[in-house]
C-alpha cells in the first residue's frame, strides 16, 4: 500500500517526537539519532507491509512498537534517557538502526516478487467450513498439547522428535481454535456474540489451560484474541471493550506475571499431571487470595526493573524489547563471544524430521544465548531467554549480519507465508482473508518480536501444519451434520 503525503507527514512528526524527547531527557545524541533513525525506518516498513489492515504491515508494527515505540515513549513521559539502563546504548542503537532498515527492505524485497498462489488457503470459507475448521483446531491443539507432555510427566524426561514435535507444534495452535469460532458466530449474527456459552466456555477453558502450563503468552492471548476480534467488529471506540482491555492489563501486571514468574521454579514444571496441577492452583489461588503472598511475589520478580527503572513497571519489560536485546549484544561485544553459523543452522535443526536426525535439538537457542549474556544459571538448561532477531543476528556475525541477515530472512520469512496464505488482510467482515489476518497476527506477534532465529525459522513450518489441519476442515466439512451449523 503506497503512502500519501499525510502518512508520511506523520511518520516523520513521530520520528522528530522521539528525537526531541530523548534529547530533552539526556539521552546521548548519538544513540538517541540511531534509535530514531531505527523508528523512522520501522514506521516505513509497515506501509511497505501493507498497512495496519495488512498481516505482515501489522507484523512490522507490533515489532516496532514492542522493541521501540512504546519503551521509549514510556521513558519521555518519565523523564528518563532512554539509554539509561542500556549496556551498550550506541552498539544496541545501531544494531536496531540496521536491523531495521533491514526489515523495510526485506518487506519490500517480498513484496515485488512474483508468488504462485496455487497453494494459497486464501479462498472462501463457506459457514460449516469455518466451524470445521474451529472444531479440527481446537481438537488438534488440545489433543497435541497433553500429549507433548506425557513423557515428562512420567518421568521420561524431555524428549524430542516423531510424534512428539509434530504434537508440539499443533499444541503450539491450542490458543488459536477460539478465533474462527468468533468468526463464525460474527457470521451467523448471533444475538450473544462475545457472551454466547460456547465462547465463553472456550475462554475459560483456555485461560485455565493457560495458567496451568505457567506461561505468561498461554495465560492471556486468549483475552487478546477474543478483544482484538471484538474491535474489529465494534471499532475501535467501543468502550465495553476498552472496559476488558483494562481488566486484562490488570489482570496480567498483578496476578499472571508475578505468578508466571513464581511457579516456573516452585514445581509448576515438574513431575506428574496431578502434581503439576496441585501446584499451579494452589500458587494461583494464593496469588489471588492472599494479599501478603502476592507482595512478596510481585516484590521478588520485580527487584529487576529491567530497561524501566520503576519495578512496577517490570511486567511491561517485554514492550521494551530494546532492554532485551541490549543484554546480548553487550554481553557478545564485552566477550567477543560471537557465534557464526551456531544458533543459525540449529533452526534448520529444529526442522529436520528425528528419523534423519535422532539428536535434534528440542527447544530454540535462546536458553544457548542466555547463557552467553549471562542471565541463567549454568544448571539450567530449559528456560529460553528472549532477545529477538538482530540481537542473534548481531551474536552471530555482528553488524554484517544484522544488515544482510535481516533483510534475507524478513523477505523469505514473508514470501514463504505468502504461498500458503496469499496477501491475508482484514476487510472488516468475518471473511476468509480476515482469518487469516488474525491468524499470521495470534500466530507470529509474539515469536516474531521474542523468538531466536532459530525458533522463527522452525516455525517456518506452520503453514505446512494449517494446511494439513485445513484439508482435515474440509473432511470433517462433508461429514457435519447440517443442524450442527445452525449454533
Known sequence: MPMNRRELLVI?????????????????????????????????????GGGLKSAFGCLNAILIAKFL???????????????????????TALVMAIGFGGLLAGTMIQAHLYCPQSWSMNQPFSDRMLLSFSIVLFAAGYLGYFAAMIPATQGAGIQTGGWLGIARTLGSLKSLSIVPALLYLWRKDARRWLTHPVILGMLMWCTVVGIFSTTKQDAMEPLAFYAFIGFLRYGWRDMRLWSVVTVAALYFALVVFPYSQYIRDAGGREGTFEHRAEVTMDAFLRMNSNQEFRSTVVQRVSKDASYFEIPALAPFTRFAMVGEADNLISATERKQAFTGWETITWGFKLLTPSILYPNKPIFESGNYLGHIGDELNPSDKTTQISYGVMANLYNAFSFAGVAIGSTLFFAGFYYWIRIFLGEATSDGMPSTSTLWFIWLIASYQHSIVESSLAGLIASLLFPVVVAVLYMSAKGLCMLLPQEIAQI
Open 12 to 48: 516523520l512528526a513521530i520520528t522528530s517526537f522521539y528525537q526531541v524527547g530523548q534529547l530533552l531527557t539526556g539521552t546521548d545524541a548519538a544513540a538517541a539519532s540511531l534509535l530514531s533513525l531505527a523508528i523512522l525506518f520501522g514506521l516505513l516498513s509497515v506501509f511497505a
Open 69 to 91: 515505540l512504546i519503551g521509549i515513549a514510556i521513558k519521555i513521559f518519565l523523564l528518563q534517557p532512554a539509554d539509561g539502563t542500556l549496556n551498550a546504548p550506541r552498539t
